[in-house]
């Protein structure tokens, strides 16, 4: 079990009647960057948004260029970039740039988008989103693995372009993708690329069963399987009724900058996250409480999920920085070591096909 976070990078809410400055936001989360590198997680992951609060570092590679240079040991990466908003020559470049400057730490996800609104921003419709995301895939991974890429597509065309500047890490880098529905857990087994969602555990447990049997049945090593990992919105603190103050306050803020983009231009919702916390960590996507609460209502999850990676989400809305810096630390301390070692005792179950 690995414990990375996510993180949308989302616009903090009013502070006496006042934005905190972006310069200060930035700050903060490279400030709670150091301290995942500190305590020992495993990655470190930024979505990718447009002309919405929901994420203000639209930019991935630029936030995580200072992310390299603040942290040592701790990988990271976007989750995901949105390829068909890039050249594929450009993104290749942007990926190999930021895993030389990290010295081989770069974890990347890819996908076409999930918001209509942002991809129309850029003059792309819809409909046309997941081809080009495939075709610029394929380009990326022709010049990851190759000296020069050569591709002719309906949306793409590179022909005979060196790649002067190639990853650290061969093949390449660890790659991700946000899997939600049966096709796309497939897709990305065939691939062998690891998986991440925000799904309750009852869904979660179908798309690893699937890319479990998926795996097994291509005659694959068992011990390289990659990630299926789950993604819930924690918060710790001392106290139950601490932590759930902080949680109930600062969902609000992320709940409503999530639906930014839908309310501005009445775009329909493509995921429904409920209106409270308290909703949320009755599906199973959430908890807050103390170290104890936390631990007891996660491991569950844990198991029936049957993931091997946990995407924490502890900044998140109107938090302050020492609101979530107490959170990461009781986290770190107290239910980390204590859900990797009840996860170690979870045994193996066999793999087929439904």
């Known amino acids: ?175 991700w993708y946000g899997a939600q529905s049966i096709e796309s857990v497939v897709w990305a087994a065939r691939h062998g690329i690891s998986i991440g969602s925000h799904l309750p555990d009852a869904v979660t447990r179908r798309n690893s069963d699937r890319y479990r049997a998926e795996w097994a049945a291509l005659g694959r090593d068992p011990g390289a399987l990659p990630y299926i990992a789950a993604s819930r919105h924690i918060v710790v603190a001392e106290t139950d009724r601490e932590a759930l103050e902080v949680a109930r306050r600062a969902y609000r803020v992320w709940q409503t900058n999530f639906y930014y983009l ?31 609460t936390v631990l007891d209502r996660l491991y569950p999850g844990v198991e029936a999920g049957r993931i091997n990676y946990m995407f924490c989400r502890f900044a998140f809305g109107d938090q302050t920085l020492a609101e979530c810096q107490r959170s990461i630390e009781l986290f770190a301390r107290d239910v980390m070591p204590a859900l990797a070692e009840a996860d170690a005792a979870i045994a193996p179950q066999p793999a087929a096909l439904p």
């Open 262 to 292: 839908n309310r501005r231009t009445g775009y329909p919702r493509k995921i429904n996250y409920p209106e409270t916390f308290d909703e949320l960590a009755a599906a199973g996507q959430a908890v807050a409480g103390s170290p104890q």
């Open 1 to 175: 079990m690995k414990f990375g976070i996510f993180d949308h990078l989302d616009r903090p809410a009013e502070f006496d009647g006042a934005l905190a400055p972006l310069a200060e936001h930035y700050e903060d989360r490279l400030k709670l960057v150091e301290a995942y590198d500190r305590l020992g997680f495993h990655g470190y992951f930024i979505a990718e948004h447009h002309s919405s609060p929901l994420g203000v570092a639209p930019s991935p590679s630029v936030f995580l260029s200072a992310v390299a240079q603040r942290t040592h040991r701790l990988r990271f990466g976007p989750m995901i970039y949105q390829v068909g908003l890039y050249h594929p020559i450009r993104l290749l470049e942007e990926i190999c740039m930021l895993d030389q400057m990290s010295r081989g730490r770069v974890e990347f996800g890819v996908g076409r988008g999930i918001s209509g609104v942002e991809l129309g921003y850029f003059g792309i419709a819809e409909e046309n989103a997941q081809a080009m995301f495939l075709e610029g895939f394929d380009i990326v991974m022709q010049g990851l693995t190759q000296p020069a890429m050569n591709y002719h597509g309906q949306y793409f065309s590179v022909d005979n372009a060196a790649v002067a500047i190639g990853p650290v890490q061969r093949p390449h880098p660890p790659i």
